[in-house]
């Protein structure tokens, strides 16, 4: 049995040690994710950890600051050994051990059987409480109004003449990259979308209509494309939770929150609580 031993020393100084036996760890600093940073230091999901026949591979979920490899910036990689994954002020190690997962550094201690006889009552009255009292979020429809992905077209450039051309050109760029990103991230995607728009309305108040022309219609596509996918998965879904399909759910939900990231309101309380409740059920089934 192999587990990932992990070694994480926080933006203050502080270090912590833990062992899991998973194959995909989720990096970031929301509440769904397996290794979880202080929200300032990290996005919403930052970095996937998946664990192959041949080591570890880690994919880049966020570039915001760019996650890194022995001070490295990378998309996706091989972790080697021994190396350092950083994602803003943290440094993290991770080490491939055999054995049971846990939390490492602790002395075992023997349990006695009054201890024994309590967790034996107080596990069970938790979990009543955690799927009986509270609301179950896997049975309640999700709220008709989502939050808008974007605000009002950009419509003004900062600059004028030969400097807004240069920006129209720089926002071009960085919304190109953002766009060829979009399958690894769907953050950049949705971010995509006002830089073209930036861009175009730059190039137009330097001069270049043809410029601004493609950079519009790509807003466009890209606006209309990403909609439509939103609005899909949100169907998927309904339907995943309508048939009992958690671990298709939980997939959902991850996606969905990647869309809404930075966002506030009903709908989006509703997946990262939903998130929560899908974990705990899909991990129930699993053991």
């Given at each position: 049995m192999r587990n990932l031993r992990f070694q994480i020393r926080l933006h203050t100084g502080q270090i912590d040690q833990l062992t899991m036996e998973a194959e995909r760890v989720l990096i970031g600093s929301g509440a769904h994710c397996e290794i979880r940073l202080p929200v300032d230091q990290a996005r919403v999901e930052h970095v996937l950890l998946e664990l192959g026949p041949a080591?570890?591979?880690?994919?880049?979920?966020?570039?915001?600051?760019?996650p890194t490899i022995n001070n490295i910036p990378f998309q996706q990689a091989p972790l080697p050994p021994g190396s350092v994954l950083g994602i803003g002020g943290c440094q993290i190690q991770v080490e491939?051990?055999?054995?049971?997962?846990?939390i490492v550094g602790q002395q075992k201690k023997k349990t006695s059987p009054i201890m024994f006889l309590a967790m034996a009552i107080i596990v069970?009255?938790?979990?009543?409480?955690?799927?009986?009292?509270?609301?179950?979020?896997?049975?309640?429809?999700s709220p008709k109004q989502a939050p808008e992905l974007w605000q009002a077209p950009v419509s003004?450039?900062?600059?004028t003449g030969g400097q807004a051309l240069a920006f129209g050109r720089e926002k071009m760029a960085v919304a190109d990259a953002k766009r060829e990103r979009r399958p690894f991230h769907v953050q950049d995607g949705v971010q995509a979308v006002p830089t073209y728009e930036a861009a175009a309305v730059c190039f137009r108040a330097g001069g270049d209509a043809a410029s601004g022309t493609l950079a519009e219609e790509s807003a466009k596509f890209l606006r209309r494309d990403i909609t439509d996918d939103f609005r899909t998965r949100r169907v998927r879904l309904d339907h995943a939770l309508l048939v009992e399909d958690y671990v298709s759910a939980q997939k959902e939900v991850r996606v969905l929150l990647q869309f809404t990231e930075g966002k506030s309101g009903d709908y989006v309380t509703w997946l990262s609580t939903l998130d929560r409740k899908l974990k705990l059920k899909v991990g129930a089934k699993k053991s």
């Open positions: 080591g570890i591979f880690v994919r880049a979920l966020n570039f915001e600051p760019p491939i051990t055999e054995g049971q997962g846990g069970p009255a938790g979990m009543y409480m955690l799927f009986a009292e509270e609301p179950e979020e896997t049975q309640k429809p003004s450039c900062p600059y």
